[in-house]
C-alpha cells in the first residue's frame, strides 16, 4: 500500500504537472472506485480547473473550481498516472509515457480524467479497493475518514508523540500503523523505523521509555524523509505518476527480508504474524 512517501511524491509531482489544467471529461469501468453518485460525478468534475494538491495521511486531495475537492484513497495497489491512453471498447491501451507502457503495474486503468492539454489522469489499480469521492469542499474535508485521523508522521512534535505513544497499549507496531493515532505510516515504514529504534514490533507501546519513544521519534522522520528523497518504495506495485519505481526499496533494512543479514551483521532478519499482517524485524538488535 503507498504510505506517506509514496503519497507525498505523487502529491509533489502532480502538483507540478497538472495544476491550472482544465478537466474535460471523465471515463470509469469500475463504478465502485467512485463513492459519490455517478451522474453527479460526471457533471460535477466536468470544466473543473485544477487548483492545487494536497496530502493528509495517505489521501490525495485535488482542489478544484468552485469549491470542489477530488479526493483519492489509493488503498492496496492504486496509483495516479499522467499519461495518455487510447481506449478502444473495454480495453485501455497505454500510449504514453513510455514506463507506463512498458511497465505491466501500470495496466490496470480504471478511472481516467482528461485534461484540457490532450494529457490524462488515470489512476491504475490492480486490486480495485482504490476509491475516490468527489463533493464540496467542506463536505470532503469533514468526512469521517479526514476527521478521525491522528496527527500526521511527517509534522508530529515530539512531545505530542511521547504522550500519545505513553497513552496507548496495544504492541507497538500495529499502534503506529493505526491512522487514528498518527497518520500516514504502514507496514513498509513502520518495519523500517522500529529496526532503526532497536525495539521489537510486539512491545507494548505504554511499556517504551522514554530514550526508546525518542529514538522512535527521530526513526521515524529518518526513514519517512530520507523515503520521500529517493521517491518512495516499489517492492510491490508503487510506481509514480509517470510509472516509474521508487529507489528506497533498494536500501530499505529489514522489510520483506526474511532469511537474509541484518544490516548491523549480528543477525538474519526473521518475518513474524501479526494480525493479518507480517513485521520483519532483527532479533538481535531488537528484543522483546
Ligand atoms: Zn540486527
Keep these: 500500500m503507498p504510505e506517506l512517501p509514496e503519497v507525498q511524491t505523487t502529491v509533489s509531482d502532480l502538483n507540478k504537472k497538472i495544476i491550472g489544467r482544465k478537466i474535460t471529461g471523465a471515463w470509469f469501468d469500475w463504478r465502485k472506485l467512485i463513492k459519490s453518485p455517478l451522474k453527479e460525478f460526471e457533471k460535477d468534475i466536468k470544466n473543473r480547473k485544477i487548483l492545487r494538491i494536497k496530502r493528509r495521511a495517505k489521501n490525495i486531495l485535488i482542489y478544484l473550481s468552485d469549491d470542489y475537492i477530488l479526493l483519492v484513497h489509493q488503498k492496496m495497489t492504486g496509483h495516479l498516472l499522467v499519461g495518455k491512453w487510447k481506449i478502444e471498447g473495454k480495453k485501455v491501451i497505454p500510449v504514453e509515457p513510455e514506463n507506463v507502457v512498458s511497465d505491466p503495474q501500470n495496466r490496470f486503468i480504471h478511472l481516467i480524467l482528461f485534461l484540457d492539454n490532450g494529457k490524462m489522469l488515470g489512476l491504475s489499480d490492480l486490486r480495485k479497493f482504490a476509491k475516490v469521492i468527489l463533493g464540496k469542499r467542506d463536505r470532503i474535508e469533514n468526512l469521517e475518514d479526514l476527521k478521525n485521523l ?24 500495529q499502534v503506529l500503523m493505526d491512522q487514528k493515532i498518527i497518520a500516514g505510516i504502514g507496514n513498509i515504514y513502520s518495519d523500517e523505523m522500529l529496526w532503526l ?49 521508487g529507489n528506497y526499496g533498494n536500501v530499505r533494512y529489514v522489510y520483506q527480508k526474511e532469511g537474509e543479514k541484518c544490516p548491523r551483521g549480528n543477525g538474519i532478519i526473521k518475518r513474524i504474524k501479526m494480525g493479518g499482517r507480517s513485521a520483519h524485524f532483527c532479533p538481535v538488535c531488537q528484543k522483546l
Design 150 to 173: 491522528g496527527p500526521d508522521a511527517l509534522a508530529v512534535e515530539y512531545e505530542n508523540f511521547k504522550k500519545i505513544i505513553q497513552r496507548v497499549r496495544g504492541k507497538i507496531k
Design 197 to 245: 529504534a532497536k525495539i521489537h514490533p510486539f512491545r507494548p507501546a505504554n511499556k517504551l521509555s522514554e530514550k526508546e519513544i525518542k529514538a522512535l521519534y527521530l526513526a521515524m522522520k529518518n526513514v519517512l524523509e530520507k523515503a520521500i528523497r529517493l521517491r518512495g518504495t516499489s517492492v510491490s506495485d508503487y510506481r509514480d505518476i509517470l510509472g516509474k519505481e
